[in-house]
């Protein structure tokens, strides 16, 4: 099987190009020229074709004789305007489905999130019957929706397309992600709990299961045109995980409280500052209402779909997925390597 993957240069990409080789599978990548290749070097069998996804000559070129994409590129960072987000986000998205279907691809794997259907509220064991909001929390969310949206409504006999939503992806090769930035904070014992007391359940997913259920659901022949909640299949409450990762690197305990409220209410002035163009666009979002509500609103997803329709049985829990971590950082000598990208 000839396959395309895109965001192979970042997290969960690089793992899909892990998986496809595993499998036997010949891999394309598409690649900017200013992008680290040092990892997908360590693969010399990869085919690189450069280009931007806005780059309808190029996304023609890099899709030519394939099989199956697997689309993982994606803005995901705070920084951008409205433009950049839809560029990223959306129109991407919609030029490589368009340039996928002109060359006769047969499948495309669109990795999306749940953070689409994000609310300042519970969600517990939602499944993909929940419907897309009327209102996004931000501009991620919203050009993500968009881009599923447009992915799964392209879906046809000949060209079976489908939408995977890993929530919170963990494990090795994450620099920048939520884990890193919790570790770096706690660290400098500047991670309070803020959790308000109450107990905040989520349903998060390991990179290797994220991956896995990608090339199971490339193999499916019943997941055309629909999405898919993706997790560990293991609850957790968010705060139980957090000490217990910190206990695992041995850091400092987390002994701080800050009522979520007063955070909730700097998020929103966070929020609505950086509406401001010149700020939205180059620096990072310091605190948003979204990134506290993540931490004290419970979120959790019903999974029975892709076990259903792929065969999807997360093989990687908690505690063996804070083993290969631990591996994996000494590896690459040790904390301050692992939260050497993230802000300080």
Not at 34 to 53: A, F, M, Q, R, W
Not at 255 to 271: A, R
Not at 287 to 301: D, K
Request: proline content about 4%; aromatic content about 12%.
């Amino acid at each position: 099987m000839k396959v395309l993957i895109t965001g192979a240069t970042g997290f969960l990409g690089s793992h899909i190009v892990d998986k496809c080789i595993e499998l036997g599978d010949s891999v394309r990548v598409l690649v900017r020229k200013t992008s680290n290749l040092e990892y997908l070097k360590t693969h010399p069998s990869i085919e690189c074709v450069y280009g931007d996804l806005c780059d309808i000559d190029a996304l023609k070129n890099a899709t030519q004789g394939i099989d199956v994409i697997y689309h993982s590129a994606a803005r995901v960072k705070a920084i951008g305007g409205r433009e950049e987000f839809y560029n990223d986000n959306f129109y991407a998205t919609k030029y490589l489905v368009d340039a996928a279907k002109e060359n006769g691809v047969k499948r495309f794997v669109f990795v999306s999130s749940p953070s689409i259907f994000f609310e300042f509220a519970d969600q517990c064991d939602i499944d993909e019957s929940y419907p897309y909001p009327r209102e996004y929390i931000n501009l991620y969310s919203e050009t993500k929706a968009l881009a599923e949206k447009y992915v799964l409504e392209s879906n046809s006999s000949d060209f079976i397309t489908c939408a995977l939503r890993p929530r919170g992806i963990w494990g090795p090769r994450d620099k920048t992600g939520y884990l890193p930035k919790v570790v770096a904070s706690m660290m400098r014992g500047k991670f309070p709990d803020f959790s308000g007391g109450k107990e905040v359940l989520a349903t998060i997913c390991h990179v290797h299961n994220a991956a896995d259920a990608c090339v199971l659901a490339a193999r499916s022949d019943c997941v055309g045109g629909k999405a898919y909640f993706i997790t560990d299949d293991e609850k957790i409450d968010v705060w139980t995980f957090f000490r217990d990762v910190g206990a695992n690197f041995n850091l400092l305990p987390i002994k701080k409280k800050i009522n979520p409220k007063i955070l909730m209410f700097f998020g929103g002035i966070f929020d609505f500052v950086w509406k401001i163009p010149v700020l939205a666009r180059s620096f990072d979002l310091p605190l948003s209402r979204y990134a506290v509500g993540l931490m004290i609103y419970t979120s959790t997803y019903d999974i029975s779909a892709a076990k259903r329709d792929f065969g999807y049985a997360p093989k990687i829990k908690q505690k063996l997925g804070l083993e290969e971590l631990n591996r994996w950082i000494a590896e690459i000598g040790g904390l301050e390597k692992y939260i050497a990208h993230v802000k300080k």
